[in-house]
């Protein structure tokens, strides 16, 4: 990008496709380096086929994906650690593939590591030696130690219990805002959604759309735990977003919102 326009992931008009079967429906988004958007929907409304579309893991059919960010990272629901590579070795990966030589890659995945939490001892053993939160840390640890742009996360966190969740949300805000990364999350959880996010975009099913755009107050790394219930159960209350995820009732819009509800457009972007 030039002048003073930020760098910005930009869906446009995207359609997709498994045979007969319409997955994605004219979807529109923007992600401006710095901010988070959250994709937020209930299980098959084609959230992680639109990830591996921006990730360029699929190729587009209609419409047109704008994607300047490099480096790009991208986190899996699975953490995805080569099972015979210690985990310093794990972190480092990625920066072998660039050429950079043994001392300083390992150097690097060695300060990022311990940033995120992992004890010196645990850089010597093995995936299957670890918890789940540990894997889960190895894992952000390899995306964020390539200084990414772009990082694309599939709900790398459903499987962690809360506090382990809470905690790699810290770290990731904190990474975030020390480094002005740009952050596409998949989740279904609005409350992860709504902690993390500067935009919560729903996407309701068959086929797959937005259909609601959420702005929660405050900026995400200062938000407290009462003002992300809070936000959290206004996004849930909106009539678009119960119809999305078939909920019971019809839910209200509130008169004097938290956040702030923008349009979604037509999908132009």
Request: hydrophobic share 45%; net charge positive.
């Amino acid at each position: 990008m030039t002048g003073n326009t930020p760098a910005q992931l930009r869906v446009r008009a995207l359609r997709h496709a498994y045979g007969p079967t319409v997955i994605l429906e004219n979807v529109a988004l923007r992600v401006l380096a710095g901010r988070t958007v959250a994709l937020v929907g209930p299980s098959g409304c084609g959230k992680t086929t639109l990830l591996h579309l921006c990730a360029g893991l699929l190729e587009v059919q209609e419409g047109r994906i704008t994607q300047p960010f490099a480096p790009t990272a991208v986190m899996f629901q699975q953490p995805r650690l080569l099972p015979w590579m210690a985990v310093l070795d794990n972190i480092a990966l990625a920066l072998k593939a660039r050429g950079m030589d043994k001392r300083q890659r390992h150097a690097q995945a060695r300060q990022m590591a311990l940033a995120l939490g992992l004890p010196e001892l645990s850089l010597a053993q093995y995936p299957a030696e670890l918890s789940g939160g540990m894997q889960s840390r190895v894992a952000l640890a390899r995306a964020l130690v390539l200084a990414p742009k772009l990082l694309l996360m599939d709900e790398p966190f459903s499987a962690l219990d809360v506090g382990l969740r809470y905690q790699l949300h810290q770290l990731l805000l904190e990474q975030q805002a020390a480094s002005g990364m740009a952050v596409l999350l998949i989740t279904h959880d609005l409350m992860e959604a709504v902690r993390l996010a500067d935009d919560v975009l729903v996407m309701a099913p068959n086929p797959g759309r937005i259909v609601a755009h959420y702005q929660p107050a405050g900026a995400a790394l200062a938000r407290g735990d009462d003002l992300v219930y809070r936000c959290a159960a206004e996004l849930q209350q909106h009539p678009l977003v119960r119809g999305a995820f078939e909920l019971p009732g019809m839910g209200q819009a509130a008169d004097c919102s938290l956040g702030q509800w923008q349009d979604v457009g037509n999908g132009r972007g």
